[in-house]
């Protein structure tokens, strides 16, 4: 399994069976997620950083909400994950928690997990689900109600293998090193050079939790 970080919160995963693309983004942001090929596409918000689907080649099949599904060898699972604002866009009232979708991800003896635009775990039925989570797609920063200690928060929680972090600071403002730092800080684990992708398969994981981190597509 290949997994590569194509800016916020998108990320592209390739099994034997087919290609994921999670929360394709526009780039309004400053990143390029280029053109990427997919046979399924998932979206946790509708936000135009979270549901570029125009911006993938193929025909995908989309999906952008709870539920379970089966598709092509791979097990998906949608779970309800608020999402707290302030600022309401695209016609959501201010103040009231937006739908946010958090994906679980099982292939090749693997289990993923894509927080979408959150980083809590979906309520007690989410957080039995993703009990044995291996590999943690998780935002740390890029919403009010995202940042590096709840972030870590979730990290602790969830125990998983390794920890990918997504949705830090792009080219066009902050600085991804003090996001990043603080992160790691929070969580108390190190990380490598970044990788242009991480190629992983179940008895590859290790014993010892850790932080991979990959390298982001720039406009």
């Known amino acids: 399994m290949d997994i590569n970080w194509h800016g916020n919160a998108c990320v592209r995963i390739r099994t034997r069976q087919a290609a994921l693309v999670m929360d394709p983004t526009d780039k309004s942001d400053g990143f390029d997620m280029g053109r990427p090929s997919a046979d399924i596409v998932t ?21 952008d909400g709870p539920g379970e599904y089966e598709i092509r060898g791979l097990q998906l699972y949608g779970l309800a994950s608020p999402l707290s604002r302030t600022e309401g866009e695209h016609g959501e ?15 090749e003896g693997l289990h993923i997990a894509h927080l979408g635009g959150g980083c809590a775990v979906p309520g007690a039925d989410g957080a039995e689900l993703l009990s044995n989570v291996d590999i943690l797609v998780v935002a740390i920063d890029g919403d009010e109600a995202v940042d590096p200690e709840a972030a ?22 902050g600085e991804p090193a003090g996001v990043l730092a603080a992160f790691l800080a929070a969580t108390g684990l190190t990380a490598g050079e970044p990788l242009p992708k991480l190629t992983i398969q179940a008895r590859g994981l290790g014993e010892e939790q850790r932080v991979v981190l990959l390298e982001a597509r720039r406009a």
């Open 43 to 63: 979206v946790s918000r509708h936000h135009p950083q979270h549901d570029y689907i125009a911006g993938v080649r193929g025909e995908p099949i989309v999906i």
């Open 93 to 107: 009232q201010a103040g009231l928690p937006e739908r946010n979708t958090a994906f679980l991800v099982e292939a």
């Open 152 to 173: 870590a928060r979730t990290v602790r929680n969830l125990e998983p293998k390794i920890v990918i972090p997504v949705s830090y600071p792009g080219p066009n403002g």
